[in-house]
């Protein structure tokens, strides 16, 4: 692969973090206006669940597709594709008339913005070398909190301002406007068919899912992003509802106090690739055990916790140890795979975080309704960490390579 100048990988990197931060503005906007959709809808808790994980069950159908994507024929236009389809269906959430409409919208929602997860980080393949891979890979990452923690801050005030349809809309064309900008200024590198050191890669040695399904490691974390990504969508779903019903706060707060935790996931994600080729090479299972036994831990105190600033200061806690996951999930195919199976690699073991963003979303609505308040949720999560906890400890680091080099 062609090294580029360093000021045209830079621009690419900037442009990808925004186009991250602007998915996650899109998406959380439905949580913030869960109340009011609710109450013009008139749905219950598990309705709005439904809702929810309506557009995750699309987004993980599309993480796979996505990635092979973008590995056959290069990131540039899957990114495109994606940014202006998902800013449409964005903007047609706000045309919803019933709960089937907004289901059915939210769904079609998903499967746009789903290539774009494992298209990026095979951009960050085809812009940066290898060894710089997964640094840069978990840096870029820290831009799904970075987007988490502005959404309330610019989604709250629209929602007040203009009613959550006209909210809807602002932040679906200014989706379509950068999609142009990436465009203009992301240059397009071909369809990728080389490896790192310049030698063509024969056609018949390129069958990156046949070998990807066959890899255990891939699977393992795919499990342990599972049980992560349920703590972690479930608390974007749900926590602004809970922080109005259960702890009786107003949607002003409530817009000033959910970014405070994603501060934390932020720092803890740009640093987690890093942290992970720094201090645990081929040891990364350990940092995948303390990383998903502390999220579990400080969940419980949160869920214990008597007054708001100890359950945001114990979220934050939270949203820091499971981030460290999160970084390393990703960037350990970064470093370990070929560079046509990168797309691929990553959209497999993200499917498994985005199930979850299925999962437990819903999971949780038939909890509160069944149940009539958050307790029982709050113990789905802490399981949940439970189970990566047991999956990470049976990864086994001892392989230098996931695949062999081909000839």
């Known amino acids: 692969m062609t090294e580029l100048p360093r000021k045209t990988s830079v621009i690419a990197f900037v442009l990808l973090y925004i186009a991250y931060c602007i998915s996650y503005i899109d998406r959380a906007a439905i949580s ?15 309705d709005l669940g ?46 919803a008339w019933s709960l089937i409409s907004l289901i059915a919208i939210r769904f079609i929602f998903g499967i746009a913005e789903g290539g774009f997860p494992p298209a990026s980080i ?13 640094k840069m890979s978990g840096l870029l990452l820290s831009s799904n909190y970075a987007g988490s923690m502005v959404a ?3 989604m709250a005030p629209l929602i007040l301002w203009l009613g959550w349809r006209h909210a809807f809309n602002a932040i679906g064309i200014a989706g379509i406007v950068f999609a142009v900008v990436y465009f203009v200024f992301v240059p397009y590198l071909g369809r990728p068919g080389k490896a790192d050191a310049g030698a063509p890669v024969k056609a018949e ?13 891939l699977w393992q974390l795919m499990v342990v992003w599972f049980g992560l990504s349920c703590v972690n969508k479930g608390l974007d779903s749900w926590m602004p509802l809970y922080l109005l019903q259960q702890r009786g706060l107003d949607l002003k707060t409530v817009g000033v106090l959910a970014p405070i935790p994603f501060v934390m996931a932020t720092i803890a994600t740009a640093m987690g690739g890093w942290v992970m080729t720094t201090f645990f090479s081929e040891r990364e299972k350990y940092l995948l055990i303390g990383s998903s036994a502390l999220t579990g831990i400080f969940l419980y105190a949160m869920y ?14 939270v949203y820091f140890f499971k981030s460290f996951v999160l970084a390393s999930v990703i960037a350990l195919p970064t470093k370990l795979l ?19 963003g299925f ?14 308040s958050f307790d029982a949720a709050f113990g789905f999560l802490v399981a949940m960490t439970a189970l990566s906890v047991v999956v990470a400890a049976t990864i086994s680091t001892a392989q230098p390579k996931l695949v062999a080099q081909p000839a």
């Open 50 to 95: 439904i809702v929810i994980s309506a557009f995750f069950l699309g987004y993980a159908a599309m993480q796979v597709p996505g990635g092979w994507l973008s590995d056959r024929f290069g990131s540039k236009y899957v990114v495109i594709v994606t940014i202006v389809m998902w800013s449409l269906f964005t903007a047609f959430t706000s045309l």
């Open 152 to 154: 309330p801050l610019i």
């Open 338 to 356: 070929r560079d046509d199976q990168i797309g691929s690699g990553v959209g497999m073991v993200n499917l498994g975080g985005q199930s979850a």
């Open 122 to 134: 095979r951009a960050i393949a085809e812009v940066f070398k290898k060894d710089s891979r997964p």
């Open 359 to 372: 999962v437990a979303p819903v999971a949780i609505g038939f909890i509160v309704t069944g149940t009539g």
């Open 205 to 217: 040695s390129r069958a990156p899912m046949r070998e990807l399904m066959k890899n255990p490691l």
């Open 304 to 317: 214990k916790s008597e007054t708001i600033t100890m359950l945001i200061a114990f979220q934050s806690l």
């Open 32 to 46: 913030l206006a869960l109340a009011q959709i609710g109450k013009d809808f008139n749905l219950q808790a598990a």
